[in-house]
């Protein structure tokens, strides 16, 4: 499966649009993830363990919307587009989520 946030793939002209897809994940973030985190607040730098969570959330929407494609018989997403947002009390999940086009070359 071809994935990319531009509208196409160079040299490879789109046969059928087969319509959008999205997928999408809410992750929590725990108590230990945020000890640390006001740590690196404080002292400055990364927070690898929120990176990973984040990585982990676009991830899971990616795959989940690339099988969402592949279910209407797609063998690429064009105009990939990203979202990030915190929700929930106190903003402690991150949903990520995630459309394109499905389309066959």
Known sequence: ????????????????????????TIIGANAIKDLMAS???FFGGRSSAYERTLAEAKDTSLREMVQRAQAMGANAIVGIDLDYETI???????????SGTAVIL
């Open 1 to 24: 499966m071809i994935l990319s946030t531009t509208p196409t793939i160079e040299g490879q002209p789109v046969r059928t649009y087969l319509g959008v897809v999205t997928g999408e």
């Open 39 to 41: 740590f690196t607040d």
């Open 88 to 98: 929930g009390q106190g903003n402690s999940m991150l949903m990520v989520s995630c």
